[in-house]
């Protein structure tokens, strides 16, 4: 059974740091792209960045890439999503999804994945 289990979430001051995991199961990264998501309260769920197998860099959203970072290990199955300088802004559940269709630069951010975790929540507070 595939399943995503995201980790690392919680409470965290403005400038502080978190770095999110995504453990998968089920599925191997050498065939499937990971993508984190969040989603605020009373906004639209936006995408945050998408790795895909065999492409050198991730995919990030333009107002996020100067402070995000996304990386995988293959071994562990697990995706990572380094966040810095964080913003009030950015509290939200954040979702890892995955799908076998690889998205391209243009389509990560607006594709239907297969398969979705539950969501780490993260707060950003003094």
């Known amino acids: 059974q595939v399943q995503l289990v995201e980790s690392g979430g919680g409470l965290v001051q403005p400038g502080g740091s978190l770095r999110l995991s995504c453990a998968a199961s089920?599925?191997?990264?050498?065939?499937?792209?990971i993508t984190w998501f969040r989603q605020a309260p009373g906004k639209e769920r936006e995408g945050v960045s998408c790795?895909?197998?065999?492409?050198?860099?991730?995919y990030y959203a333009d107002s996020l890439k100067d402070r995000f970072v996304m990386s995988r290990d293959n071994a562990e199955n697990t995706v990572y999503l380094q966040m810095n300088s964080l913003k009030p802004d950015d509290t939200a559940v954040y979702y890892c999804a995955a799908d076998s269709r690889l998205p391209t630069r243009d389509s990560w951010y607006r594709a239907t994945y297969d398969y979705w975790g539950q969501g780490t929540p993260v707060t950003v507070s003094s």
């Open positions: 790795i895909s197998p065999h492409v050198g860099s991730p």
């Open positions: 089920g599925l191997s990264l050498d065939y499937y792209a």
